[in-house]
């Protein structure tokens, strides 16, 4: 066996070589069956040389990661410990990112084992990663970005795992990671990155537009139906233009993503922000191109088509128009012959879009009505997309006290939903409008006074706002806030 004085001979001389660069005098000192092991965890995955290394072939691979994108700057060796053919070693190295500039120094232990051959056959290193952790992922985000641009869906899971973020925004476009994909038409990318936090709502930076826009100005109708079963706004507007995705879809001649965004219930009364209705933007691109006029008129088909469609379905809602006719005689009649209670109107940029009968009923004061649906089992929780709002809201909202009444004592009722524009509940709603009476219908059946609007605002807030602080009101829902 190799004796200490030797061991410690054959270390100091491997890591001078290593600290001068010397790779040749590094290999001579290894044997050919080593074991290089920097230990891997879930935490150090960034480091790209952990792992366990075999033979000298991977020594040589092991280092080259490691020198791929950082240069070391300063090495040396502080101490050493030797026992017969062990040595334990404690060295000092400062190394520097290449692309980022990202410095970072610390102290590292190794242990070596060497062989009756004097070549170390084990060699093993002990460090605190954290600091080579957050150098390593300096330029991660950079790196997702290069591999999406790339295309290279096989470098992605490696990068996440790394703790790359889809949602990094690239300083040059204005657009993030996951946006840029999306705008690529490359729907595995884009999987991979929704799976990983990529938000589907989110707007670059310099015109506002989501993802979703991105992906039908590609023209890739699979990214435009991931997106959207992802979550994302059909009708999402524009800042800078009031361009919806459908009107990119026609300004772009996409006739297939077109018919899968109408099929979606995306808006057709819509206008862009420089004046034109959808139907006049399109007519100007009717005049204007020259080039794949057959796909524009295939659009101007699926439009029309749309158009008859919603006709039609408005037309058969039969129970929706006693509704808003407030024939309640007519709304009993057609609830005996079994019309459908959840029926949601059709979307035509109007004021009940994807309402039901009872949604439009309890905005429009028609107390009868009301209390038909309700008998007849309608959802008293439906709401509806454009506010979000419920039955309860639309009530309140428009100072409807006997409606409001119904409602609350509807089993099952939700007295305290949030609707998902200001985070208001109906007791919020009723308070900012200034109808007491039925502020005090929702206390009465246990509205909770606690809830906090997107404005930060509780009920007692809003009561002081709009009856000052020593209204009755105000003050009991004060007590109510200090208990």
């Not at 994807?354 to 028609?366: K, N």
Request: net charge negative.
């Amino acid at each position: 066996m190799v004796d200490a004085a030797r061991t410690r001979e054959i270390v100091t001389k491997l890591f001078a070589d290593v600290a001068s660069g010397n790779v040749e005098g590094v290999i001579s000192a290894l044997s050919p069956n080593i074991v290089f092991d920097l230990p891997r965890t879930d935490y150090n995955i960034a480091i790209p040389n952990t792992g366990r290394w075999l033979g000298r072939e991977g020594v040589i691979e092991a280092f080259r990661l490691r020198g791929e994108r950082t240069d070391v700057t300063a090495f040396e060796q502080r101490d050493m410990v030797v026992e017969g053919n062990r040595a334990f070693v404690i060295n000092f190295q400062r190394i520097r990112h290449r692309t980022t500039g990202f410095e970072v120094e610390f102290e590292f232990s190794m242990v070596l084992t060497l062989g009756d051959d004097e070549l170390v056959r084990h060699w093993k290193a002990f460090f605190d990663a954290s600091g080579e952790v957050a150098m390593f992922r300096s330029d991660v985000n950079d790196r997702l970005l290069a591999a999406v641009v790339g295309g290279d869906a096989s470098a992605l899971p490696a990068l996440l795992r790394e703790g790359a973020d889809p949602n990094h925004r690239d300083a040059a476009s204005g657009l993030t990671v996951f946006q840029t994909a999306a705008g690529r038409g490359d729907a595995a990318i884009v999987r991979l990155l929704l799976d990983a936090g990529g938000d589907v709502h989110g707007t670059d930076r310099r015109a506002g537009t989501t993802a979703l826009h991105k992906a039908v100005q590609r023209g890739d109708l699979a990214t435009v139906r991931l997106l959207v079963e992802a979550g994302a706004f059909v009708d999402a507007v524009a800042p800078t233009t009031g361009h919806t995705p459908l009107m990119d879809a026609l300004w772009y001649k996409w006739p297939d993503i077109t018919a899968y965004l109408l099929d979606q219930g995306a808006g057709l009364g819509l206008h862009t922000h420089y004046g034109f209705s959808l139907q006049e933007h399109f007519e100007y691109e009717l005049n204007v191109n020259t080039r794949g006029k057959e796909r524009l008129l295939e659009a101007e088909r699926l439009l029309d088509e749309r158009r008859r469609s919603d006709a039609a379905a408005a037309e058969a809602q039969r129970l929706m128009a006693a509704v808003t006719a407030g024939d309640a005689a007519r709304v009993r009649a057609l609830i005996a012959s079994g019309a459908d209670l959840e029926a949601r109107y059709p979307v035509v940029n109007g004021f009940n879009d994807q309402h039901t009968p009872l949604l439009v009923a309890a905005r429009d004061g028609h107390v009868q009505i009301v209390s038909a649906l309700l008998a007849a089992g309608a959802d008293v929780n439906a709401t509806e997309p454009t506010f979000g709002a419920s039955p309860l809201h639309k009530a309140v909202y428009n100072g409807h006290a006997e409606i409001t009444r119904l409602l609350v004592r509807s089993p099952g009722v939700d007295l305290d939903y949030q609707g998902a524009t200001n985070g208001y509940t109906a007791l919020h709603d009723a308070l900012w409008h200034g109808y007491e009476d039925c502020a005090r219908v929702l206390l009465s059946a246990g509205a909770r006074t606690d809830l906090v609007g997107h404005d930060g605002r509780t009920a007692h807030d809003v009561a002081v706002d709009s009856f000052g602080a020593d209204h009755p009101l105000s003050r009991h829902l004060a007590t109510e806030g200090a208990s």
